[in-house]
Nanobody, 127 residues
Framework: VQLQASGGGLVQAGGSLRLSCTIPGVTFSNYNIGWFRQAPGKEREFVAAIRRGGSSSSTYYLDSVKGRFTVSRDNAKNTVYLQMNSLEPDDTALYYC???????????????????WGQGTQVTVSS
C-alpha cells in the first residue's frame, strides 16, 4: 500500500491550500485516512482523520484546526483531501497522510495506529 501526498507549498498567512492523499490500486473505501504534521524540533502531531466508508464518514480534528481545516474523501478517485483555510504560521510543517484498514475510535489520533504512510508534503505559511 503506497500513499502519495501532494499539494503543499508556500502561502501567506490567511491563505489556503488543499492537500491530497492518493492510494492507487486498493479498495480505497476500506481505509481510514489520517493527516499528521511535524514541524522542525517538534513531535509529530495528529491533524485530522476520516473514517473508512463513503463521503459522509466520520471526521476528527485537532482542536486548533477545527473550523479552518476540512478532511473529505472521494473514493472514485482513491483520494482524501485536506482543505486548509485561514492558514497560520504555526501550521508550517511537513504534512503526512497515513492509512489503516482497522482503527478503534480511541486510537484514531494516534500515529502508531496507522500501518501505512506517505512521504510527506511541505506546507510553509509566511507571516
Amino acid at each position: 500500500v503506497q500513499l502519495q501526498a501532494s499539494g503543499g507549498g508556500l502561502v501567506q498567512a490567511g491563505g489556503s491550500l488543499r492537500l491530497s492523499c492518493t492510494i492507487p490500486g486498493v479498495t480505497f473505501s476500506n481505509y481510514n485516512i489520517g493527516w499528521f504534521r511535524q514541524a522542525p524540533g517538534k513531535e509529530r502531531e495528529f491533524v485530522a482523520a476520516i473514517r473508512r466508508g463513503g463521503s459522509s464518514s466520520s471526521t476528527y480534528y485537532l482542536d486548533s484546526v477545527k473550523g479552518r481545516f476540512t478532511v473529505s474523501r472521494d473514493n472514485a478517485k482513491n483520494t482524501v483531501y485536506l482543505q486548509m483555510n485561514s492558514l497560520e504560521p504555526d501550521d508550517t510543517a511537513l504534512y503526512y497522510c497515513a492509512a489503516s484498514s482497522t482503527i478503534i475510535t480511541s486510537s484514531i489520533r494516534n500515529s502508531l495506529a496507522y500501518a501505512y504512510w506517505g512521504q510527506g508534503t511541505q506546507v510553509t505559511v509566511s507571516s
